[in-house]
């Protein structure tokens, strides 16, 4: 098998497997926001992506996408229940969104996180060239960076946490909490989406180690006597904001955009546009909505919301319940207060193409994520990206990573109703002026702090540390 300087290790591959008419599969790019991410730094790389095909028991050679190499792991129906549905998205998502949804700690997912883990570990070790760098992508592969440095000591491994780092006295109620630590450790870099995820990390290494900390560095014994220096800070992501803005300028979404709002018409759009994920704050959003067609503040013949709930983690019974619960609310409300004419909520339990997304944003005028805990939410930053006129209102979760770039926002507490829906109301009501002075100043953060930016600087960090250990080598060696 050929190998790469750069090896990116994710839950999943950046394909979908696709089957045509003829029944012959084939590799689509897949539409989700970590692929949209790295795409942009793998473009311009040779590299090599480690992951799931996205299909139990698929097993398939390693192939060529676009200039990249990609190397399939199998998982089999076993190791997703456990390992994906189980450990990953049943103990670590929630506990690591400040247990909005309550953990379950079983011992038999864990067991199967490290059993994947460690074949994760090997397919990397196997395909990074000597010398190389290996980035792991994320909270199903915490355990990655500790067996590939057992593995492949010559390699320089960077992890990028894309979800929140707990506080210590939520972090702490994980049986393998050390286990945890441990593996992150075996990074060389370990980045995070905010100062505060960071600041989280190190104290719980303090804490539960006893390693030293040092503004962004943690120094790791590697028992030898000798110790080895971990940076561990922020490097918030970012979308590539060239395309939205493209996009944005695209004549075809610009008339889909207008349809769109023809059909809908009302005089305001509102727009919330998540995976169906408990974290997002979805049913906080339809709480404060319903409330404000209560109260009369808003009428269906004014204002709709089009509610866009990407179908997310199916398996796992927290998302089959909250499903649940938000259709019924969509449901009761439209009830009360649609009329023949207008629809309160146009609720969409679908994915969309980019265009597609790109065209809501131009037709919305309000931009609503509430996200109860969120490590950076790219929606924001999309919204943002294509409002090139700087009319718009973005209506922002102080909870959501993007709230430490984007200050200019409407910030809220999405579990004070009250608040919201006077937040609501403020964005409906926005002076253009007001709307411009703050969507120029976000634009300004987003364009300059896109995601090529966001990849370079953590690669220049790992290369840092590349290069000052084949200098340590090669003075060893003198
Ligand atoms: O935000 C974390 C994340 O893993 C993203 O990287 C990804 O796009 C999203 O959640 C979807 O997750 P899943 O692979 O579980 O569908």
Do not use: T
């Given at each position: 098998m050929s190998r790469a300087d750069l090896v990116v290790v994710a839950n999943r591959l950046p394909v979908d497997r696709v089957e045509g008419p003829d029944g012959e599969p084939s590799w689509r790019r897949s539409p989700g926001g970590l692929v949209t991410a790295l795409e942009q730094v793998m473009q311009n790389l040779d590299g090599a992506w480690v992951g799931w095909g996205g299909k139990a028991d698929l097993e398939v050679d390693p192939f060529e996408f676009d200039g990249n190499l990609l190397v399939p792991v199998k998982l089999s129906p076993a190791d997703l229940q456990d390992y994906y549905e189980g450990f990953s998205n049943g103990t670590i998502w929630p506990l690591y969104h400040d247990v909005i949804a309550a953990p379950v700690y079983k011992r038999s997912?864990?067991?199967?996180?490290?059993?994947?883990?460690?074949?994760?570990?090997?397919?990397?070790?196997?395909?990074?060239?000597?010398?190389?760098?290996?980035?792991?992508?994320?909270y199903q592969l915490q355990l990655v960076p500790k067996f590939l440095r057992e593995l492949r000591p010559d390699v320089t491994i960077g992890y990028f946490h894309h979800i929140p780092f707990p506080a210590y006295a939520l972090f702490a109620q994980l049986p393998w909490r050390k286990q945890v630590l441990e593996g992150l450790l075996g990074a060389d870099v370990?980045?995070?989406?905010?100062?505060?995820?960071?600041?989280?990390?190190?104290?719980?290494?303090?804490?539960?180690l006893s390693y030293p900390t040092k503004s962004d560095t943690v120094q790791v014994p590697d028992g030898e006597g000798e110790t080895r220096l971990v940076i561990a800070k922020h490097y918030p992501i970012s979308i590539d904001a060239e395309q939205f803005i493209a996009l944005s300028k695209d004549p075809a979404i610009i008339a889909r955009a207008k349809a769109l709002r023809e059909q809908v018409g009302t005089d305001t759009l509102l727009l919330g546009v998540d995976r169906l994920d408990y974290t997002k704050g979805i049913r906080h959003r339809l709480k404060a909505h319903s409330e404000l067609l209560a109260d009369g503040r808003l009428t269906a013949s004014a204002a709709t919301l089009v509610q866009v709930a990407s179908p997310s983690r199916p398996g796992v019974e927290a998302y089959q319940d909250l499903r649940d619960e938000i259709e019924k609310t969509v449901a009761r409300t439209n009830g009360d207060y649609s009329s023949v004419e207008y629809t309160a909520i146009r609720y969409l339990h679908q994915g969309f193409p980019r265009e597609e997304m790109v065209a809501l944003y131009l037709a919305a005028d309000v931009m609503l994520v509430t996200a109860l805990r969120d490590g950076m939410n790219l929606v924001a930053k999309e919204y943002v990206a294509v409002r090139a006129d700087n009319t718009g209102v973005l209506v922002l979760s102080e909870f959501a990573g993007a709230a430490d770039e984007l200050g200019s926002a409407l910030l809220v507490n999405p579990h004070d109703i009250d608040g919201t829906k006077d937040t609501i109301m403020r964005a409906i009501n926005m002076p253009k002026a007001e709307q411009a002075r703050r969507m120029k100043t976000m634009r300004k953060k987003v364009m300059d702090h896109d995601v090529e930016k966001w990849g370079r600087s953590f690669l220049a960090d790992v290369d840092a540390l590349r290069k000052e250990r084949a200098d340590k080598a090669e003075a060893d060696n003198a």
């Open positions: 997912w864990w067991d199967a996180y490290v059993r994947v883990n460690r074949r994760f570990a090997e397919a990397a070790a196997e395909v990074a060239n000597e010398g190389g760098v290996v980035w792991v992508q994320d370990v980045g995070f989406q905010r100062l505060a995820d960071a600041g989280n990390f190190q104290r719980s290494i303090r804490r539960l």
